[in-house]
């Protein structure tokens, strides 16, 4: 599956942003759904993962109550509504697709581009 992700931007501390990526392939409600992002110096991390169905999902502990990751199967779409945001949340974020449910980016095997989002004091 090929993934294109978009909405990124620069945004005052306390606003929102969502975030969408794009999937093309087949059989897109097989796989997990996962947003990562890379802040500069710091390593990738987990943002929130979505399963195939779009009942299960998991938030970075950090993260939760804040970023709502949601789909669109019939669209094959997955986003990533991110409100109450922090400069600490500057950084680029990836989405990705796994064909096993994880909060880890290892079974996660294909790979957007990345967005940016700057979050300004």
């Not at 599956?1 to 306390?14: D, Y």
């Not at 929130?48 to 938030?59: D, E, F, L, P, R």
């Not at 697709?97 to 079974?107: E, K, M, N, Q, T």
Request: with cysteine; proline share 3%; aromatic share 10%.
């Amino acid at each position: 599956v090929q993934l294109q992700a978009s909405g990124g931007g620069l945004v005052q501390a306390g606003g929102s942003l969502r975030l969408s990526c794009a999937a093309s392939g087949r059989a897109f409600s097989s796989y997990a759904m996962g947003w990562f992002r890379q802040a500069p110096g710091k390593e990738r991390e987990f943002v929130a993962v979505i399963g195939g169905s779009g009942i299960k999902t998991n938030y970075a502990a950090s993260l939760k109550g804040r970023f709502t990751i949601f789909r669109d199967n019939a669209k094959n779409t997955v986003s990533l509504q991110m409100n109450s945001l922090k400069p600490e949340d500057t950084a680029v974020y990836y989405c990705a697709a796994s064909p096993v449910y994880a909060v880890l980016a290892g079974p996660f095997g294909s790979w957007g581009q990345g967005t940016q989002v700057t979050v300004s004091s």
